[in-house]
């Protein structure tokens, strides 16, 4: 099992940047291919992006392509999600998760481990 935790998030403005982390204790960090998934209120969990075992590969949802980056430190069992040119629609709670799956599943349902979550909060 793996435990993960969330921290980053804020109330900022529109136009502004923030970095989410993701840390990760327990089984071995490496051995996940891991997501961001985010949740606003009324409104089911969406996929934000992923990144496989060794980084060789991530993966976004189209409305965050080219503003956010995945990324991930396996030697600090930490995952990152840089956010710029942030807009009031990414207003959500902001989940990290753990899969065992091959590649870099969109569906919630494919992660195994999941983090509380941290909220994230644009104004325009």
């Known amino acids: 099992q793996v435990q993960l935790g969330e921290s980053g998030g804020g109330l900022v403005q529109a136009g502004d940047s923030l970095r989410l982390s993701c840390a990760a204790s327990g089984r071995t960090f490496s051995n996940y291919a891991m997501g961001w998934f985010r949740q606003a209120p009324g409104k089911e969990r969406e996929f934000v992006a992923g990144i496989t075992r060794g980084s060789s590969s991530t993966r976004y949802s189209d409305s965050v392509k080219g503003r956010f980056t995945i990324s991930r430190d396996n030697t600090k069992n930490t995952l990152y999600l840089q956010m710029n040119s942030l807009k009031p629609e990414d207003t959500a709670k902001y989940h990290c998760?753990?899969?065992?799956?091959?590649?870099?599943?969109?569906?919630?349902?494919?992660?195994?481990?999941w983090g509380q979550g941290t909220q994230v909060t644009v104004s325009s």
């Open positions: 998760a753990a899969t065992t799956a091959i590649g870099i599943p969109t569906t919630s349902s494919r992660y195994n481990y």
